[in-house]
């Protein structure tokens, strides 16, 4: 079989799996590791030798590591500091101990065992986070425990992967000296990395950024995250390190959501190899001929993990409800349980039945994860018989709420945030649907009624209400998007009205005829002339609309400036000094600003403006200075991207 034919293979089966399982709502990971496990020796053998194929999927690994140095935030990491290192910590280092010990108790050797201690370990990341964020259940206070976990459980990865090549020294005192060489290496990597390119990097971006071409950013991206691998491999660790290093070292530049974006199609396309090559060294004949194994496995390993992970939440002084929750959520095996098998079984640390019972018990346990995550809820609740707390309740209620009458918002960018600010104002319900990822995690932190997707899609509308809704906004101004959404919200329903927002006139006579009861093209006001028509077609009599209108102009149209950044938003030099944007900033636990009132912050001084804060799912618009903040509050500000991130660590470290 040629290389070209075993490429198709690859690319064939991993479309068909991802396709399948996203259907199914299954992650995309397993889709992956199924793909490997069909075409690989021990499957279909459509693509026996992965040595080509290593090379590349290491890059993934790569690409991740420096996206998850760019989430790293040290701040929050501090602010949570309780959380992280009390439970966290904990948790990371104390199951380790306890799978070693069993696996040495079972006849595995210490380097062997304490692989598989690291690898289970671990949690998924990747899973819990995004299953937490579609269903909000991340800013509670058994999503923010999770949160903690997995922020040490990222940070713990560096040193496994650096400690795990080093397993391979068959002398004691050899591999002793080799440690401590490499503690010295990493030392003076870091420093150099952190140091030097904390001065280098972000003025070597605003040279390119100031170029305007997106080809040369890209370029850029991609040759400052593998220098830094190459750096730390030439140093002998891990180049998984250095691109943490040059991911943290841009987590706080003004290019931080422009450089995920610019790197995820790499990531995505590279990680989806590597873990095609994991999928397959998958021998599924393992599962066949030894169910009851991997089924005690899976069971044993995840059990005393829910149990350790309750013990610690509800020692650092959890509810019993909480701790049990968040341990539902983690009891998984994660994606870079994955990457330490791999990077074991290259070092022949562990045999190859071992990695083949990890991979499948892994497999497994993620594949349940999903459903998990969303009744970790209800069993920690239905265990401790303790009811939820009166904030959640209204959580609760506000989610099974079966909305009427109500306005769906289609884009939720500049004009469709406009349009929910004024709905707000008269208390009409209303829900956004967009497709940018970073806007609907922002907006729906700040406690917005948003879902994620593209509003052509049937399932997307049915899930907003179609049928009970009373209008239908159409706020992203693309015009054959608009017609195309225009004709499949005319198919679910003949009833509902259709207001379209449109920069010409160009597709005016054709969005008519597809069913749009009004078209507003934009002119000099145009974000003000859809909000009149908003208004009016939901019932608001026209002088107090007139007064609002009036007001806003007052104003200076305050309401038409900051709003919640997306992935597509310009951060080019140019514009980072005259957009403002709108952030949500939740207090933990241990945040500097609680117990402070408002005007004691001098918030006004540091140029950033507090519009809103949220508390018991209450929004308070413009909140009195004399206001004590709270743990759990959820403050908007507003202002200049550099000036909300100042102002966000000052609320979190005083500082």
């Given at each position: 079989?040629?290389?070209?034919?075993?490429?198709?293979?690859?690319?064939?089966?991993?479309?068909?799996?991802?396709?399948?399982?996203?259907?199914?709502?299954?992650?995309?990971?397993?889709?992956y590791?199924?793909?490997?496990?069909?075409?690989?020796?021990?499957?279909?053998?459509?693509?026996?030798?992965?040595?080509?194929?290593?090379?590349?999927?290491?890059?993934?690994?790569?690409?991740?590591?420096?996206?998850?140095?760019?989430?790293?935030?040290?701040?929050?990491?501090?602010?949570?500091?309780?959380?992280?290192?009390?439970?966290?910590?904990?948790?990371?280092?104390?199951?380790?101990?306890?799978?070693?010990?069993?696996?040495?108790?079972?006849?595995?050797?210490?380097?062997?065992?304490?692989?598989?201690?690291?690898?289970l370990?671990?949690?998924?990341?990747?899973?819990?986070?995004?299953?937490?964020?579609?269903?909000?259940?991340?800013k509670?206070?058994?999503?923010?425990?999770?949160?903690?976990?997995?922020?040490f459980?990222?940070?713990?990865?560096?040193?496994?992967?650096?400690?795990?090549?080093?397993?391979?020294?068959?002398?004691?005192?050899?591999?002793?000296?080799?440690?401590?060489?490499?503690?010295?290496?990493?030392?003076?990597?870091?420093?150099?990395?952190?140091?030097?390119?904390?001065?280098?990097?972000?003025?070597?971006?605003?040279?390119?950024?100031?170029?305007?071409?997106?080809?040369?950013?890209v370029?850029?991206t991609?040759?400052?995250?593998?220098?830094?691998?190459?750096?730390?491999?030439?140093?002998?660790?891990?180049?998984a390190?250095?691109?943490?290093?040059?991911?943290?070292?841009?987590?706080?530049?003004?290019?931080?959501?422009?450089?995920?974006?610019?790197?995820?199609?790499?990531?995505?396309?590279?990680?989806?190899?590597?873990?095609?090559?994991?999928?397959?060294?998958?021998?599924?004949?393992?599962?066949?001929?030894?169910?009851?194994?991997?089924?005690?496995v899976?069971?044993?390993?995840?059990?005393?993990?829910?149990?350790?992970?309750?013990?610690?939440?509800?020692?650092?002084?959890?509810?019993?409800?909480?701790?049990?929750?968040?341990?539902?959520?983690?009891?998984?095996?994660?994606?870079?349980?994955?990457?330490?098998?791999?990077?074991?079984?290259?070092?022949?640390?562990?045999?190859?039945?071992?990695?083949?019972?990890?991979?499948?018990?892994?497999?497994?346990?993620?594949?349940?994860?999903?459903?998990?995550?969303?009744?970790?809820?209800?069993?920690?609740?239905?265990i401790?018989?303790?009811?939820?707390?009166?904030i959640?309740?209204?959580?609760?209620?506000?989610?099974?709420?079966?909305?009427?009458?109500?306005?769906i918002?289609?884009?939720?960018?500049?004009?469709?945030?406009?349009?929910?600010?004024?709905?707000?104002?008269?208390?009409?319900?209303?829900?956004?649907i967009?497709?940018?990822?970073?806007?609907?995690?922002e907006?729906?932190?700040?406690?917005?009624?948003?879902?994620?997707?593209?509003?052509?899609?049937?399932?997307?509308?049915?899930?907003?209400?179609?049928?009970?809704?009373?209008?239908?906004?159409?706020?992203?101004?693309?015009?054959?998007?608009s017609?195309?959404?225009?004709?499949?919200?005319?198919?679910l329903?003949?009833?509902?009205?259709?207001?379209?927002?449109?920069?010409?006139?160009?597709?005016?006579?054709?969005?008519?005829?597809?069913?749009a009861?009004?078209?507003?093209?934009?002119?000099?006001?145009?974000?003000?002339?859809l909000?009149?028509?908003?208004?009016?077609?939901?019932?608001?009599p026209?002088?107090?609309i007139?007064?609002?209108?009036?007001?806003?102009?007052?104003?200076?149209?305050?309401?038409?400036?900051?709003?919640?950044?997306?992935?597509?938003?310009?951060?080019?030099?140019?514009?980072?000094?005259r957009?403002?944007?709108?952030?949500?900033?939740?207090?933990?636990?241990?945040a500097?600003?609680?117990?402070?009132?408002?005007?004691?912050l001098?918030?006004?001084?540091?140029?950033?403006?507090?519009?809103?804060?949220?508390?018991?799912?209450?929004?308070?618009?413009?909140?009195?200075?004399?206001?004590?903040?709270?743990?759990?509050?959820?403050?908007?500000?507003?202002?200049?991207?550099?000036?909300?991130?100042r102002?966000?660590?000052?609320?979190?470290l005083?500082?």
């Amino acid at each position: 079989m040629t290389s070209h034919i075993e490429i198709l293979a690859i690319l064939t089966s991993a479309v068909f799996c991802v396709w399948l399982f996203r259907r199914l709502k299954l992650p995309a990971i397993l889709a992956y590791l199924v793909a490997g496990t069909l075409i690989g020796e021990h499957g279909l053998a459509w693509a026996s030798d992965q040595a080509d194929y290593d090379t590349f999927a290491e890059l993934g690994i790569v690409f991740l590591l420096f996206t998850l140095g760019l989430e790293f935030s040290l701040p929050k990491l501090l602010a949570m500091r309780h959380l992280v290192f009390s439970v966290g910590a904990l948790q990371v280092g104390i199951t380790l101990l306890l799978f070693l010990i069993i696996a040495m108790l079972l006849g595995e050797n210490f380097t062997s065992a304490l692989v598989i201690g690291g690898v289970l370990a671990l949690s998924s990341t990747a899973i819990v986070i995004r299953q937490l964020s579609d269903s909000g259940d991340i800013k509670r206070k058994s999503g923010q425990i999770s949160v903690a976990i997995l922020l040490f459980q990222d940070v713990a990865v560096v040193p496994l992967l650096i400690i795990i090549p080093l397993l391979s020294q068959q002398s004691g005192s050899a591999m002793l000296i080799e440690l401590l060489l490499a503690l010295v290496k990493g030392v003076f990597v870091v420093t150099l990395l952190l140091f030097g390119g904390k001065w280098f990097l972000p003025r070597l971006f605003n040279v390119i950024a100031s170029v305007r071409t997106d080809e040369l950013f890209v370029l850029t991206t991609l040759l400052v995250t593998l220098i830094a691998s190459a750096l730390t491999q030439w140093f002998g660790l891990s180049m998984a390190l250095g691109a943490f290093l040059a991911g943290m070292m841009l987590g706080e530049s003004q290019y931080k959501h422009q450089l995920e974006a610019d790197i995820r199609p790499y990531r995505d396309i590279l990680l989806g190899l590597f873990f095609i090559t994991v999928g397959m060294k998958l021998n599924i004949s393992i599962f066949i001929s030894q169910p009851m194994t991997i089924l005690s496995v899976l069971i044993g390993f995840m059990l005393l993990k829910i149990v350790l992970i309750a013990a610690l939440a509800k020692r650092a002084g959890e509810s019993k409800k909480d701790a049990l929750a968040s341990a539902f959520m983690l009891a998984q095996m994660g994606e870079f349980g994955f990457v330490l098998i791999a990077l074991a079984s290259q070092f022949s640390l562990i045999s190859a039945e071992i990695s083949s019972v990890l991979l499948v018990v892994g497999v497994l346990s993620m594949a349940i994860t999903p459903f998990m995550v969303d009744h970790a809820r209800r069993w920690a609740i239905a265990i401790s018989h303790e009811k939820p707390c009166e904030i959640e309740e209204k959580a609760s209620k506000l989610q099974s709420k079966k909305l009427e009458n109500h306005v769906i918002i289609c884009g939720f960018g500049r004009v469709g945030q406009t349009v929910s600010r004024f709905l707000k104002q008269e208390s009409i319900d209303f829900v956004a649907i967009d497709i940018d990822p970073l806007r609907v995690k922002e907006s729906r932190e700040a406690g917005e009624n948003i879902l994620f997707g593209t509003s052509r899609q049937t399932e997307i509308l049915t899930a907003a209400g179609l049928a009970k809704a009373k209008l239908v906004v159409i706020a992203f101004g693309d015009d054959k998007q608009s017609l195309e959404v225009i004709q499949k919200v005319r198919s679910l329903s003949e009833d509902v009205q259709i207001l379209v927002r449109t920069r010409t006139d160009d597709y005016l006579e054709l969005m008519q005829k597809a069913g749009a009861n009004e078209v507003v093209p934009e002119i000099l006001e145009g974000s003000l002339m859809l909000v009149s028509q908003v208004l009016s077609l939901t019932g608001v009599p026209f002088p107090r609309i007139f007064r609002r209108v009036q007001k806003e102009r007052k104003a200076h149209y305050n309401h038409l400036h900051g709003f919640y950044q997306g992935e597509k938003t310009d951060l080019g030099p140019n514009a980072i000094d005259r957009i403002e944007f709108s952030h949500a900033v939740l207090l933990t636990e241990n945040a500097y600003a609680i117990g402070h009132s408002i005007a004691s912050l001098n918030l006004k001084e540091r140029r950033v403006e507090l519009t809103a804060l949220q508390r018991d799912e209450t929004e308070l618009e413009n909140p009195a200075d004399d206001l004590i903040l709270q743990a759990q509050d959820t403050l908007i500000l507003r202002g200049k991207p550099r000036r909300v991130e100042r102002a966000e660590r000052f609320l979190q470290l005083g500082s």
